[in-house]
Every structure is written in structure tokens, then in C-alpha cells.
């Protein structure tokens, strides 16, 4: 429980009792998710006014997550999906999925357990070259370190 005490929030602590001068509280839950974003709430004579409706920041706290849970996963290289099995493939392509729909469904999805705690990233430089056309073609090219860490032909 959070309190208002002259259009001030503060948190609880051990041995201070702010019953008596609060004018409002604010649940845990709720503060940890409207003080992520000043411009969803504002204090107003002494109480707690919410300018953003509670589910519109969590999907955005879940887009936030999913920013770097799952788009750091998903957006690697082909040398790494060439190291994936079928039925890998398949689990990464159902949990994504489920993460570009988590702000409507109000879930962030398990992370497939072989994908393990953290991700792992490998060294990759990227060329830039200008096609005939003006655009630009990306190609990768394998570095030694790369080739070791990734147990492929460099």
C-alpha cells in the first residue's frame, strides 16, 4: 500500500504509520504500473487520479517485454534458425506468435525451455552493399569466433 500525504506518494516503511495522514492510498500493484508512465495519473487535491485506463498499460508493459523477451530471440540470424530442429521451429514460431498477441490477451508466454535463461548472441559482422537497383542487399559473413561458438564451417 502506497500513501498520499500532501499530494506526495510514498511507500510504506517499517515504523511510520501514514494512516492518520494520508488523504488516499494506492494499491501496490496499481502504483508499480502507473508510476512506469508520469502521464498516466496525476495528484489532484490529495487523491489518486488515473488519466490512462489500468489495461492500457499493462499491454503496454507487455509490449515493452516483448520488445525484449522475445524480439531479441526471434530476430537472429539464419545460421542460428539453420540450428534449429522442426519441432523447435514450430515452439519458437507458436510462442511468438503468442507474444504479438499478448497485449490483447493480457499473457506474456513461457519462454520454450530449451531456449534456456538467457539468450546467447554471436559475433556477426554485416555488410552493407548497394545493389544496381540503389537498394541495399545484407549478407553475413562468418567470423572465426562465430564459427567456433556455432560449431560451423567459417
Known sequence: MYYIIDNEVYAPYEG?????RATDTIEDGVWELY?????????????FV????QAELEAAALRARRETECFSVVDRGRFWYGKLTEEQKSELSAWYEAWLDAPATGVAPQKPEWLGAEPRFCPVKIHHNKNVAGGTDDEQEVTQEYAQAWEVQA
Open 16 to 20: 511510520h504509520d501514514f494512516d492518520g
Open 50 to 53: 488515473a488519466l490512462k485506463q
Open 35 to 47: 508510476s512506469q508512465d508520469e502521464s498516466s495519473y496525476k495528484i489532484e487535491d490529495g487523491k
